[in-house]
């Protein structure tokens, strides 16, 4: 489950809510996660997702907030294998 103490401490309540409906709008149940602040000021919260259908993690949403301002991303790519192992 994600602790959302630290991404609510440095960002919004709306933030919050807008990753919170987000993953219920996409059935999101297991998962990975990891909150990424940095230097510039930006937040990455980077959920990776887990598909049952093929028994391993295969795709992740990238959650960014910055000035004020969010985004998401679903990325599709070879990179989770770096993920996968970081995460």
Do not use: C
Request: hydrophobic share 45%; proline share 2%; glycine share 4%.
């Amino acid at each position: 489950m994600i602790d959302f103490v630290p991404i609510l401490a440095a960002t919004s309540q709306t933030f919050v809510e807008f990753i919170q409906s987000t993953l219920k709008e996409w059935r999101v149940e297991k998962y990975k996660w990891r909150f990424d602040p940095n230097w510039a000021g930006e937040i990455f919260v980077h959920v990776l997702v887990y598909n049952e259908d093929l028994g391993d993690y295969d795709h992740l949403m990238q959650f960014a907030y910055r000035s004020g301002r969010f985004d998401f991303q679903n990325i599709n790519s070879n990179a989770l294998e770096w993920l996968k192992e970081n995460l």
